[in-house]
């Protein structure tokens, strides 16, 4: 606990697919004995993330401990959901020492942060630093570079991108309210991308801001925990697109939950789930598929076009294999048309 008395917890921001959750599971399996609670926020119809984290088999982090809210992007239902349910893991009878708290892709961290400022939770928790996690290859192929200019002459990599696009304002909200940036998945870039990469996130800051750069979310935890920022009472350090505003919404955005029947070859479905990204609009396809005669779950995950697949734990004995896969697009993205390119 820190030294006013108040639980701190730590904010991990980021857009789809960043390696966010991978991050977290780094940051628990490297606690150095502290509790550790997880707040996950999914968009969408399927509790991936969290599912995911309680699968990983960390030793002393249990079912408990990861809390889920899979009800709306978690700035947009702070009173419904976020506040009791925080409220309830600081009510625990031995309550955690620190808390994650994993955001959608598509929150506005603000927001967020703002809310710690509630006289429910004020006393008791602070907000000791804000994370934001970059998916390094993704800013080095053209997507959200601050420089227009830039951007149009890398539009070959993502042709939805557009600089006026709600996306980007996402992106840059995410950087400015950051404490730490960790520039993900450096292992897939060359030292030119990630000078470069780097120098795109350093014009976004509003000010001095340490990046981390690594690869699968291996970040020191000591550079990430006990970072006493005190967030929540520095907000106007934290500058947003949204600062006028006292709310928001994603009607820019649509997600649906496909059910998917257990498959023969994995190598078969991501080619149904490559053409399924293919489709105008799809942003992000993620999920679990069973695969016949495995015992353990298919785990898919794509961002844009580029895709990934592996196993991360056996079914649990009478559990239902229902495969599903949320598709998060924009707004009247075709979802019969994903859905045809899923069924194969």
């Given at each position: 606990?820190?030294?006013?008395?108040?639980?701190?917890?730590?904010?991990l921001?980021g857009?789809?697919?960043?390696?966010?959750t991978?991050?977290v599971r780094?940051?628990?399996?490297?606690a150095g004995?502290r509790?550790?609670?997880?707040?996950?926020?999914?968009?969408?119809d399927?509790g991936f993330?969290g599912s995911?984290l309680?699968?990983?088999?960390i030793e002393g982090?249990?079912?408990?401990?990861i809390?889920e809210?899979?009800?709306?992007?978690i700035?947009?239902?702070?009173?419904?959901d976020?506040?009791?349910?925080?409220?309830?893991?600081?009510?625990r009878?031995?309550p955690?020492?620190h808390?994650?708290i994993e955001?959608s892709?598509l929150?506005l961290p603000k927001?967020?942060?703002?809310a710690?400022?509630?006289?429910a939770?004020?006393?008791r928790v602070?907000?000791?630093?804000?994370?934001a996690?970059?998916?390094?290859p993704?800013?080095?192929s053209g997507?959200?570079?601050?420089?227009?200019?830039?951007l149009?002459a890398?539009?070959?990599?993502?042709?939805s991108?557009?600089?006026d696009?709600?996306l980007e304002?996402?992106?840059e909200d995410?950087?400015?309210?950051?404490?730490?940036?960790v520039l993900?998945?450096v292992?897939?870039m060359?030292?030119?991308e990630?000078?470069?990469?780097?120098a795109?996130i350093?014009?976004?800051l509003p000010?001095?801001?340490?990046i981390?750069e690594?690869?699968h979310?291996?970040a020191?935890?000591?550079?990430?925990?006990g970072?006493?920022?005190?967030?929540?009472?520095d907000?106007a350090?934290r500058p947003?697109?949204?600062?006028?505003?006292?709310?928001?919404?994603h009607?820019?955005?649509?997600?649906?939950?496909?059910?998917v029947?257990?498959v023969e070859?994995p190598?078969a479905?991501?080619?149904?789930?490559a053409?399924a990204?293919?489709?105008?609009?799809?942003?992000r396809i993620?999920g679990?598929?069973?695969?016949?005669?495995?015992?353990?779950?298919?785990?898919?995950?794509g961002?844009?076009t580029?895709?990934?697949?592996?196993?991360?734990?056996?079914?649990?004995?009478?559990?239902a294999r229902?495969?599903?896969l949320v598709?998060i697009?924009?707004h009247?993205f075709d979802?019969?048309?994903v859905?045809?390119?899923?069924a194969?």
């Open positions: 606990m820190s030294d006013l008395g108040k639980i701190p917890c730590t904010v921001t857009f789809l697919g960043a390696g966010k991978t991050l780094h940051l628990v399996e490297n004995g509790r550790i609670a997880v707040l996950v926020n999914e968009f969408g399927l993330d995911f309680e699968g990983c088999g982090c249990t079912a408990e401990d809390v809210l899979p009800n709306g992007c700035c947009c239902t702070v009173a419904d976020f506040v009791p349910a925080l409220t309830k893991l600081l009510d009878a031995n955690p020492e808390i994650l955001t892709g929150a927001p967020l942060v703002t710690f400022n509630w006289p939770i004020r006393s602070t907000v000791d630093g804000v994370v996690v970059v998916d390094g993704a800013v080095a997507l959200f570079a601050h420089d227009p200019e830039k149009a890398q539009r070959a990599a993502d042709g991108v557009d600089h696009n709600p304002e996402v992106f995410q950087l400015a309210c950051a404490d730490v940036v993900n998945k292992d897939a060359t030292v030119d990630r000078r470069r990469v780097v795109d350093r014009e976004h000010r001095a801001v340490e981390i690594v690869a979310g291996k020191d935890p000591a550079a990430l925990i970072l006493a920022a005190a967030a929540e009472g907000l350090a947003s697109h949204h600062d006028a505003e006292h709310e928001h919404d009607d820019d955005f649509d997600s649906v939950a496909i059910p029947a257990a070859s190598e479905l991501m080619r149904r789930v053409k990204a293919e489709v105008e609009g799809v942003l993620k679990f598929v069973e695969v016949t005669g495995k015992p353990m779950r298919l785990v898919v995950q961002v844009g580029r895709l990934t697949q592996s196993y991360d734990r056996p079914w649990k004995p009478g559990e229902a495969g599903s598709v697009g924009l009247d979802r019969d048309a859905a045809d390119a899923l194969g």
